[in-house]
Every structure is written in C-alpha cells, then in structure tokens.
C-alpha cells in the first residue's frame, strides 16, 4: 500500500485529489494539508511514502517545503502536482528534490500512474515539463559555447542597439560584429535576432 499525504491549500481541490487517489486499491491517505509548513510537520510525523505536493501555498511554499520534507527525511518522495509550469518553478521544485512534476489538468489515469511510480523511486515529469526541461538544457548548453564576446553582443542586441551602434560601443568593425552574430545564431540554433534575444530571455541572460 502506498501511503500518500496530500498538500494542497485550496480544499474543494485537496478532496478532489483526495477522492481520485482513493479510487486506487494500493494508494492510502495518510493524511491532508492546507499549506508548505503543515506538509512539512506531517509528513515528519506520518512519515508517507509520498507527498502529493502543491506549488503555491500560503507561507510556506511548495518547493521550499519540499526541501525541508526531502533534507530530513529522504526516505519521503515528493510529487508535485500544480497548475504551474513556469521554467523557474520546474527547476526550482526539482532542484528541491522532487521527483516528479505533474500539472493539475493532467488525465486522471496519469496522476495515479505518477503517485505509483514515483513511490516506486521513479522520476515522473509531464510530457510538456520534459520538452521545456530539454529546450532549457540544450539553451544553457549553447549559452555555455558562446565566446565572451559572443555574449557582449548578443546583450547589446537585446538592448536594441543596431549592428552599427553595437561596432561602435564594442569598438570593433561592423563586420566583426556580423561575424560574432551569425556564430551566436548557428550556436543558439536560431535564424534571426529576434529570436536569438527571445531565446536569451528565456535563458535569463537578458
């Protein structure tokens, strides 16, 4: 029996996970809360194989009380199930030490699925958490083979400097400058300068 306690601070949702949850012969509710510091005091109390874990809660939030579950108790695996899918959340939750992230609007057979293997030491990621997982990783792996200079013009761009106004402020020739975008172009796997500065931003280099 997989012993699962559920935080979610919203309660008609928290009972709807609840209910789904014991549909399943092999999963249990140990137990249910309504924010990151209740999840914390009861998961170190009930000690779950799980914790069904929320993002954004009043106080403590999702992924800190994750941090806390997983760093005094590593036994306890935490999935988190939200409405949220932002780049910063994904890794922040993860880097927390969850093991698996599924959204909300996810078909019911999926978050059963994911509470068994999960609880089974598996990692479990949305079909759409992964792709944005391996678009940012290719991103920082490119990122990471752009030369100084590369990334000195490429910021520049992203200021709204034109190739001209970039020469001048690098003071190097405007060729140059042509030459260190089409290399940051073919690194970032982009075909303009609009989307190599869009691309930056997701990357947080802007």
């Known amino acids: 029996m997989i012993r699962v306690l559920v935080a979610d601070d ?4 928290r009972g709807g996970i609840v209910s789904l949850l014991t ?10 809360a309504a924010d990151g510091a209740e999840a914390v005091r009861l998961a170190l ?13 009043p106080g403590l939030g999702g992924a800190a009380a ?4 997983v760093s005094t108790a590593a036994s306890i695996r935490v999935l988190i199930l939200t409405t949220y899918e932002s780049d ?20 019911q057979e999926e978050i ?3 509470v068994r293997s999960v609880a089974a030491g598996q990692t479990v990621l949305a ?11 290719r991103g920082q792996t490119a990122v990471a083979r752009l030369s100084p200079r590369e990334l000195d013009v490429l910021r ?39 989307r190599a500065v869009t691309l930056a931003m997701e990357l947080g280099l802007l």
Request: aromatic share 2%; proline share 5%.
């Open 23 to 32: 549909q399943a012969d092999d999963i249990s509710i140990v137990g249910e």
């Open 156 to 194: 520049l761009v992203g200021a709204g400097e034109s190739n001209p106004e970039i020469a001048r402020s690098l003071f190097i020739g405007e060729a140059t400058v042509k030459t260190h975008l089409l290399h940051v172009f073919e690194k970032l796997a982009v075909k303009d300068r609009t």
């Open 66 to 69: 994750t941090a806390q579950i």
């Open 45 to 57: 109390e009930l000690r779950p194989d799980l914790v069904l874990m929320d993002l954004r809660m």
């Open 127 to 137: 079909p759409t958490i992964a792709a944005k997982l391996v678009h940012r990783v």
């Open 10 to 13: 919203h309660p008609i949702v």
């Open 112 to 114: 059963i699925a994911g």
């Open 88 to 107: 910063d959340q994904i890794l922040g939750a993860i880097e927390a030490g969850a093991s698996g992230y599924l959204l909300k609007a996810a078909p």
